[in-house]
């Protein structure tokens, strides 16, 4: 049987993104015992790091798990049945999380808001008042599918401070990507996947939880073995997991986070920033509309409308065959009309620029005229700015 040959594409998703080399070779490194000292060094250095980036006093645990059972295991870990969460609905993401909580039997108070929105903060707290017996608040920060970043998380954190529920912010596609100071924030847990903005191969899901959260779970305990959050703080202590951990992956987690570390969180969130003004002013240089209305436009994933009659399919198929760049549709209501960008991880003119440069074009192959020359040198100039970071 011959080896199935994979070629080597620019992977512009939503997540998983392109991994740098020395991230991937990393995971070659052989296995150890994963309670031994070599491993125990290892954790030492991921919980330490990922400390300083989630800014928080409190323990970082990682999960061997999709972002989704990073997700699942906040809602285990907190919701028991009857329980009560809030839970602004904005997009698929968010709509699962609810889901997610109804299926531990918790009782869910959307707040909705169309696609391309947000709930306002005002609404969001006329919810929470009026269900002052609710357990916690879940946000979901940025949700992927229509690509909106909600900017009211500071806020939300107050309100779940001033009503006393636990706040929860899933952070899975954003973390390091925005800004996030867990602490600050008032958040008990959060929640980030390994295959977004950390730029490392899926399968990991890192959470901040709390004292209070911990307590809470000691005292009554999760109808879950896995994700017990108390077991895994009670391993952080000797720098293990109570189960056996994907080392491949806890080695690239190690390379990718010291990557960050040597660049600097705020360095890193800043060329986020620039790279998502850089594809936004070119496309609405082209004449495409930004599917997500201005302030609350995510900066890690780049959702745009397609023109009247340009198939989704075909556009997408062009952009890959001919130019080697992977991008994805909408889904669900937004299926067929729009594209959406990753902006995540590795954050270079030496992916941005192509990617434009190929939307542009296969635009043009649709029928759809967009000044594709006019675009470049506006992105070209707004990612001048990745100079100075």
Known sequence: MSKMEIKRKSIMLPGPVDVPDEVLMSMSKPVINHRGEEFHQLMSKIEKISKDL??????????????????????????????????????????RLAQQIEA?????????????????????????????????IYLVYNDTSPGTTYRYAKELGEIAEKYGMFYVIDAISVFGGDVLPMDEWHADVVIAGSQKCLFTPPGLALVGV??????YVRKDPPYTTYFNYASYVDFLAKYET???????????????????????????????????????????????????????????????????????????????????????????????????????????RSKILPTIIAVGYSMRAQGINVNVEKAIEVAEEKLKGLDNV
């Open 54 to 95: 989630f800014k928080t006093k409190y323990n970082v645990i990682v999960l061997s798990s999709s972002g989704t059972g990073g997700a699942e295991s906040a809602v285990m870990n907190i919701i028991r049945p009857g329980d009560k969460a809030i839970v602004p609905v904005f997009g698929e993401f968010s709509g």
């Open 242 to 348: 109570p189960f056996t951990p994907a080392l491949p992956l806890f080695y690239a987690l190690e390379t990718a986070l010291e990557k960050i570390a040597s660049v600097g969180l705020e360095r890193t969130i800043e060329k986020h920033k620039i790279g998502a003004q850089a594809y936004y002013s070119a496309f609405e240089t082209m004449g495409l509309q930004p599917f997500v209305e201005e302030r609350f436009r995510s900066n890690v994933v780049i959702s745009i409308k397609y023109p009247q009659g340009v198939d989704d399919i075909k556009f997408r198929k062009y952009l890959e065959n001919n130019y080697n760049i992977v991008i994805t549709g909408g889904f669900g209501e937004l299926k067929g009309k729009i594209f959406r960008i990753g902006n995540m991880g590795i954050i270079e």
């Open 210 to 215: 709390s004292d209070d959260v911990i307590n």
């Open 104 to 136: 531990a039997r918790g009782k869910v108070v959307r707040v909705n808001a169309p696609l391309g929105t947000a709930p306002s903060i005002e609404q969001i707290e006329k919810a929470v008042s009026e269900n002052k017996d609710a357990k916690a």
